[in-house]
């Protein structure tokens, strides 16, 4: 069996109890090396084998898959955050599913939600933002034409943009246009819930400044919107006047 487990943004424990629990039993442990900590692999098995996917292809990752299926092994192929975001598993479970090869995925902290934890913030406040955009800017993997990142930024709602922090002047020219204004709220947090987490606030207007100043290159979040800056009203589920299925409200 294969098991695809997100490992979390970082730290260790923010790793799902199932997660953990099937790192410890694995056999074989697929990570990928560049981005998630070797820390999880203390979990492991003494005699269990590792192999880092940041110098394999996905053939090798699935010949590694494929052998350990046929020694009656239990397989984790350990993604960072959560692997359904930016995690190719897909490619993975496909080239799987045709050699009859049974796998299942276990979901994980993803770090555009533990950037937004590690800032303080919430991402959907009411009469600010209820939609959160998840998206990249096109670099080597291009992204489709009608997800530019300026007819993105053009909705004004929360956003969490991966991959993107070494191209930031390209990033704030296109989201300036987009929200048509230059004083949005941002924060840049590198590598979240790690030891060497570091959050930098700004604006649209001196963000890119900010960030060649701290010499930050990759592995960073960058959150854009007024959620993490201004007023909002209060939610109704809590208030007193607000009547639901569980609370008789005064009005």
């Avoid at 799987?96 to 937004?116: E, Y």
């Avoid at 990249?136 to 992204?143: D, F, I, Q, S, Y």
């Avoid at 207007?205 to 993490?228: H, Y």
Wanted: hydrophobic residues 40%; negative net charge.
């Amino acid at each position: 069996m294969i098991y695809f487990i997100g490992a979390g943004p970082g730290d260790v424990d923010l790793i799902t109890v199932k997660g953990r629990r099937i790192l410890e039993a694995a056999d074989v442990v697929i990570y990928a090396g560049s981005l998630v900590w070797d820390e999880h692999l203390k979990f492991c098995k003494q005699e269990c084998e590792f192999y880092n996917s940041a110098s394999m292809t996905l053939e090798t990752v699935i010949d590694v898959m494929q052998k350990s299926e046929s020694a009656g092994k239990k397989t984790v192929r350990l993604h960072t955050g959560d692997p359904s975001i930016y995690g190719a598993i897909r490619e993975q479970m496909d080239l799987l599913n045709m050699q009859n090869i049974a796998f299942d995925v276990i979901p994980g902290v993803s770090s555009f939600t533990a950037s937004c934890a590690a800032i303080k913030r919430e991402f959907t406040l009411p009469n600010v933002s209820q939609t959160v955009i998840i998206t990249r800017m096109e670099g080597r993997t291009p992204v489709p034409k009608d997800e530019d990142l300026e007819l993105l930024a053009a909705h004004k709602c929360s956003m969490a943009i991966f991959l993107s922090v070494q191209d930031i002047e390209k990033v704030v020219e296109k989201l300036v246009k987009g929200y048509q204004r230059s004083d949005v709220p941002v924060a840049i947090v590198y590598k979240a819930t790690w030891p060497e987490q570091k959050i930098i606030f700004g604006t649209l207007e001196n963000i890119a400044e900010k960030v060649k100043s701290e010499d930050i290159k990759n592995f960073s979040q960058i959150l854009v919107g007024d959620f993490i800056e201004g007023a909002y009203e209060r939610s109704l589920l809590y208030h007193p006047e607000f009547t639901h299925a569980f609370r008789e409200g005064s009005k």
